[in-house]
């Protein structure tokens, strides 16, 4: 057969560039001018070499200095992405390597950074949560393409070149000793939205609950949230959610009441949690369902439990698990262990510390009461002199009287007689 040119075209030729075309044509360049990000830029800044011109659609000018390729350093590792923006149904990807408009093949030098690299597709940068599409272990100088296509029929968000020359790994003679990205153009061929495939995307994924099929067969290749199976027919489990159920819900008063399209506990947290997601831990100081409890006298408030008892016991003035419960009347402290002093009025003995805010009841002094007047003083926080103070061995916190005795040589009801004086007095009589 001869083409319109005069050169022979041979059949199989023809057949190629139908199939190439036809596949081209069928699908989106969804990586054109979507966000794109290179290690090691050449040149920070100069947009010459910037990670973007490899998927702004130009390809006419391969060279490094061209402004159409993205090229970094030369290093121990390669790495470049493009960000989708979202997950896509991606079908192939095509690369363009920068030749610099030279011969390619075993000649020219370039060759040599290309060999070994790998093509990722994840939905995240990082590699090796994704799928990979391609890795070279056979790729010769002679060999490797100019414009490389591999077909990757997987969904994700991330397309990622990786390339590496790590040391004390042994690599083929052929391959240099440090690797660049020296992208021209990358082309990531798919449909634009998920849950579609065939040649033009526009057949439904089969199955229903389907989010992500087979861009070729339709085959189901991961479930909306919510659901499972291989056919997405059955429903998470209580207390499961997300892409296969593999997420787990947060702490739900009721497990079965996590939504499964938004995670969202319809019934409310379950005690010691809130938000909507039923994940955070109820603040300092609170607790129980939604967090909408206050904890009691805690000895140390960060030790609350999730139903409100005090791990560490009760601070002082309180009691009960909850600690919430003053000392009962005449008791206050660490746990009510102590008892009130002789307060005027009882009830007025703080529950913490045991101070009488109101003073002291008859013959007794200090903060907590509980110090006996001393020696001639008597009634409410001492305030009265006994009629004799200095010969009363205690007196009366009403009359003043000597109910106690009287000192040693006093005698008489105010102890106001001197025992010597009546031992002179009665010798004279004799």
């Known amino acids: 057969m001869m083409s319109l040119s005069g050169h022979s075209v041979y059949p199989h030729d023809v057949l190629a560039v139908i199939c190439l075309l036809t596949v081209s044509q069928a699908y989106v360049n969804v990586a054109l001018n979507k966000p794109a ?6 040149s920070p800044g100069d947009d010459t070499y910037n990670a973007t011109n490899a998927v702004d659609g130009r390809k006419s000018d391969l060279s ?12 121990q590792t390669a790495i470049w992405w493009v960000n989708l923006s979202n997950i896509h149904s991606i079908h192939h990807i095509t690369i363009y390597f920068r030749t610099d408009h030279h011969q390619w093949g075993p000649s020219d030098e370039l060759t040599l950074y290309f060999l070994g690299f790998s093509v990722y597709v994840s939905n995240t940068t990082d590699r090796l949560q994704g799928t990979l599409c391609f890795k070279d272990n056979k790729f010769t100088r002679a060999t490797i393409p100019a414009v490389f296509t591999t077909t990757c029929p997987v969904h994700g968000q991330y397309v990622i070149y990786y390339n590496e020359r790590l040391p004390g790994v042994t690599y083929p003679d052929e391959y240099s000793d440090d690797v660049s990205n020296d992208l021209c153009e990358v082309e990531v061929y798919g449909c634009p939205a998920t849950g579609y495939f065939g040649s033009n995307c526009s057949v439904p994924c089969p199955d229903i609950n389907c989010q992500y099929c087979h861009i070729e067969t339709g085959t189901c290749q991961g479930c909306k949230p919510g659901f499972k199976g291989h056919r997405c027919e059955m429903d998470c489990a209580g207390g499961t959610y997300g892409a296969g159920c593999k997420e787990t819900c947060g702490h739900c008063r009721d497990a079965n009441q996590c939504s499964i399209n938004n995670v969202t506990c319809l019934t ?8 909507n997601l039923c994940r955070t831990v109820c603040d300092k100081g609170s607790y129980g369902y939604d967090c909408n409890r206050t904890c009691g ?41 102590e008892t009130c002093g002789h307060c005027r009025d009882i ?21 907590l009461c509980k110090t006996l007047c001393p020696v001639g003083y008597f009634g409410e926080d001492c305030s009265e002199t006994c009629i004799n103070s200095y010969t009363c061995d205690g007196c009366n916190d009403v009359s003043g009287s000597c109910d106690y005795g009287c000192r040693p040589g006093w005698i008489g009801y105010f102890c106001q007689k001197s025992n010597i004086f009546i031992f002179t007095h009665n010798l004279i009589q004799h």
């Not at 990000?37 to 050449?42: G, H, I």
């Not at 409310?268 to 938000?275: I, M, P, T």
């Not at 408030?301 to 919430?324: E, M």
């Open 64 to 75: 490094m200095d061209g402004g159409q390729c993205s090229v970094s350093n030369d290093r």
């Open 297 to 337: 006298h805690c000895r140390d408030v960060n030790r609350c439990s999730i139903i409100g008892t005090c791990l560490t016991g009760c601070d002082a003035g309180y009691q009960g698990d909850l600690c919430k419960t003053s000392c009962d009347r005449r008791w206050y402290g660490s746990e009510c262990n």
């Open 347 to 367: 009830n007025q003995c703080s529950n913490i510390n045991g101070t009488c805010s109101t003073g002291c009841g008859a013959d007794y002094q200090g903060d």
């Open 37 to 42: 990000y290179q290690q090691y830029p050449y």
């Open 268 to 275: 409310g947290c379950d005690a010691g949690f809130k938000g």
